[in-house]
């Protein structure tokens, strides 16, 4: 399966409003699945927004709450969909991007591990200690959350384990989206695959998010990209030409990481 529909879901997050934010993420899954996407994605916090001080009674545990209800949403629409949300952990929360494939099981999930101090994560949530690369239809794919964009080394990790796509779903600033923009085309580049990323959009709390939600393939030509306003988008892509390029220009057979 090397032809990809994906569609990104661009939410003005409404904070700490859970029963808004569903119903408005289940009208994306459903337009999704009938355009034909393989694949959704939802932005970081989609249910509950950046309401931080109330994470530990927003949070669900694994496998049941807003994780049955992904679960739900991908078996009925059939269709894979990813998205973060606060998952409770004991007595911890982190911010957790489950994947979910069309039958309801969920592939792997991603913890968020670099934590965004400017808007206190580290203060409510518990950092991810690993990496997350899986094995999909449509080939190796890795995944990230937001901040994590700013760290290159996480993203090469994934490249030189063969990932063909990473999947980036954020909460990212307006006032700092060129960096989300170039952020993301250089780590298409220089890792020779694609990049699909989500953000959200609007205010929350006291935050105004950039949008800007893309798909870049490996060259670095942007496949897909909107604007500033909730909407969703939808691409095609061709992951065979993840060889092709790596093929042309042989940056991982060329790397000398014992010199640095």
Not at 126 to 151: K, N
Request: aromatic share 8%.
């Amino acid at each position: 399966m090397a032809k990809l529909t994906i569609s990104l879901g661009q939410m003005n997050v409404a904070q700490g409003d859970v029963r808004k934010n569903t119903q408005t993420a289940e009208e994306l899954i459903t337009d999704a699945a009938k355009r034909g996407s393989h694949l959704v994605m939802l932005p970081e916090l989609w249910s509950t927004g950046y309401a931080l001080n109330q994470a530990k009674d927003l949070a669900s545990p694994l496998n049941v709450g807003i994780f049955a209800q992904l679960a739900t949403w991908s078996t009925q629409n059939k269709i894979s969909i990813v998205g973060s949300v606060m998952e409770k952990r004991g007595l911890e929360v982190a911010n957790s991007s489950a994947f979910y494939a069309p039958n309801g099981k969920m592939i792997g999930v991603y913890r968020k591990i670099h934590l965004f101090r400017l808007m206190e994560e580290d203060r409510y949530l518990q950092p991810g200690s690993a990496p997350l690369m899986m094995d999909l239809p449509w080939g190796p794919t890795g995944m990230a959350i937001c901040y994590d964009l700013r760290f290159p080394e996480l993203f090469r990790k994934y490249a030189v384990q063969g990932a063909k796509l990473i999947l980036l779903v954020s909460a990212w600033p307006i006032e700092r989206i060129e960096h989300w923009r170039a952020l993301l085309i250089a780590r298409a580049i220089e890792n020779q695959c694609y990049m699909a990323a989500v953000n959200a959009v609007g205010q929350t709390g006291n935050a105004v998010f950039g949008g800007h939600s893309m798909i870049v393939d490996p060259w670095g030509k942007v496949v897909i990209e909107v604007g500033e306003s909730p909407t969703l988008a939808t691409a095609d892509i061709d992951l065979d030409q993840v060889d092709r390029i790596r093929a042309k220009i042989p940056v991982f057979e060329d790397r000398r990481p014992e010199t640095y």
